[in-house]
């Protein structure tokens, strides 16, 4: 069976930092590009961070350049998004997905993506 399971979600205070995971099992992962989204309440879902399976290459969103830091261990089957510099606009749920074209991040497109974890809460006080 394919799972996808973060966490690591959680409150905190503006500025603060919060460290997300995301366990995968029941596939290779180490040929996926894994991608971490989020959604707010009444916006869109927004891919925020990918690293590719390879190379480790890293790819940001420009609204957590700088503060957030993706990284994977491929022995574990994880992945891991270390958020810093919190703002409440980072507030929402946060979800890894997982993509067989692994060698690549394709940005954005999230019906490139083949498994879904469930999320966890991101909760940013001002």
């Known amino acids: 069976e394919v799972q996808l399971v973060e966490s690591g979600g959680g409150l905190v205070q503006a500025g603060g930092s919060l460290r997300l995971s995301c366990a995968a099992s029941?596939?290779?992962?180490?040929?996926?590009?894994i991608g971490w989204f989020r959604q707010a309440p009444g916006k869109e879902r927004e891919e925020v961070s990918c690293i590719t399976s390879s190379n480790g290459r890293t790819y940001y969103a420009d609204s957590v350049k700088g503060r957030f830091t993706i990284s994977r261990n491929n022995a574990k089957n994880a992945v891991y998004l270390q958020m810093n510099s919190l703002k409440p606009e980072d507030t929402a749920v946060y979800y890894c997905?997982?993509?067989?074209?692994?060698?690549?991040?394709?940005?954005?497109?999230?019906?490139?993506?083949?498994?879904w974890g469930q999320g966890t809460q991101v909760t940013v006080s001002s």
């Open positions: 997905a997982a993509d067989m074209g692994g060698i690549y991040c394709r940005w954005g497109a999230e019906y490139e993506y083949d498994y």
């Open positions: 029941g596939f290779r992962f180490s040929d996926y590009a």
